[in-house]
Structures are given as C-alpha cells and as structure tokens.
C-alpha cells in the first residue's frame, strides 16, 4: 500500500502568496526527490535530498528532508503564476529491493 | 540528447485489443519504469527494469506485461485491453540523482 503520504491534495493561492507541501513516510527513507508536473505535461525532476536535516534551496523554493527522514517538505515564497502545477515527492525505501514511492502530490493552482 | 521519448503520444483501444508501448532513452540509464496516472492517484508503478534483460513487478502489474531486450528500450504491452486501462501511461528512467520522464502517452480504452 501507499507509504508515503503527501498533504494537502490541493491549494488554491493568490499571486505573491507562500505555499507548502508536505510529504510524511511511515519508513525510514533513503533519500527523498521532488518533482513538478505542469498541467498536461510530465513530471519533471527538481531535487534529491538525502541527509538527515538537509535544506536545499532554489531561488522561492526552499526544501527541507526531515532529522528522522522520515518527513519533507517544500516551500514556495511569493508565489507566481509559472508556479502553477502538481508537486510530487518520492522517497526511496530500501528494503532488500531499491523502491522509489511517489506521494500522491498537491495540485497548486494560483489566482492572478 | 533527446532523453526519454514515447511512442505514440495517444491512442484509442477497443476492449480486448492489445497494443505495445515503446519507450526509449539515450542517456545510458540502467534503471527504466513504467507508470500509470490517474486522476487522484498519483503515480503507479506498473513494471520496472533495473539493466538490459531485466524486468520485475511494480505496484500494479497486472494486465501488462514488458521487455527489456535493450537497454535503451523498455516495452510495455497490454495484451487484452480494458476500460480500466483508460490512463496516462508515463516511462522514466534514471540515474543516481533523479528519475528522467518521458512525455506520456495517453491511452483510452473503449
């Protein structure tokens, strides 16, 4: 079953608002990747975290992978209009076999 | 370098028509999936290999079945389609840093 859960499912902004989203794993994950989905489009890679508290950062977009790693999160500041899409997390679980779990995403769509 | 293509990018399939679905990537990756999206559901994994001549089963693989007889190939059949199968099917492959994906091809079941 789904191992990584992804909240909130959707969030509706004004332009120039923040945004977060966030990924919570019942197991303790390798590492965790975040990509962007614009509408009708494919998912698009933007990062990998990988240590224990690590932040990393991209001009608005600010991600952080949880002490435990067990949690992540992205956070836009001053939201625009290119913004717009689905924000997928994946962490990877190693259990024997390598596992890459996408969360189901938070859909961002922004009024002007 | 083109990265990750798909072939076709739509198609409509009668219940019990079967089809093929190609993927192909020149980026030398090892590892190579195929996902299913649903509306609310996220990314599936259907199947996925981890070199040439492997395959192994993902979340959801029943109803599919694929081949890897190249590296810079993955295939994804449905030999018996039905409308349950109505999806926007994604491949991607990857290396150590991220999963790379291809464009999609939307499939519509009858």
């Known amino acids: 079953g789904q191992q990584v859960m992804q909240i909130p499912q959707y969030q509706h902004v004004q332009e120039g608002e923040d945004f977060t989203t966030y990924c919570n794993s019942s197991t303790t994950l390798s590492n965790i990747q975040w990509y962007k989905q614009r509408p009708g489009g494919h998912p698009v890679f933007l990062i990998q975290l990988v240590k224990s508290g690590e932040v990393k950062k991209q001009k608005r977009l600010t991600f952080q992978f949880g002490e435990a790693k067990k949690n992540s999160s992205l956070h836009i500041t001053a939201t625009q209009t290119t913004d717009v899409g689905t924000y997928f997390c994946a962490g990877l679980i190693i259990q024997g076999a390598q596992k890459l779990v996408f969360g189901q995403g938070t859909r961002l769509t922004i009024n002007p | 370098n083109a990265g990750v293509t798909q072939t076709p990018k739509f198609r409509v399939l009668k219940t019990g028509q079967s089809m093929t679905l190609l993927c192909a990537q020149d980026m030398n990756h090892e590892y190579m999936y195929w996902y299913r999206q649903d509306p609310g559901m996220g990314l599936r994994l259907i199947h996925y290999?981890?070199?040439?001549?492997?395959?192994a089963k993902g979340e959801v693989p029943d109803g599919y079945n694929v081949s890897r007889l190249k590296k810079q190939n993955f295939l994804l059949g449905l030999e018996s389609a039905a409308p349950s199968q109505t999806s926007v099917y994604f491949c991607?492959?990857?290396?150590?840093?991220?999963?790379?994906f291809g464009p999609g091809t939307r499939l519509t079941v009858t």
């Open positions: 290999s981890v070199g040439e001549g492997t395959t």
């Open positions: 991607a492959s990857s290396n150590r840093w991220g999963q790379y």
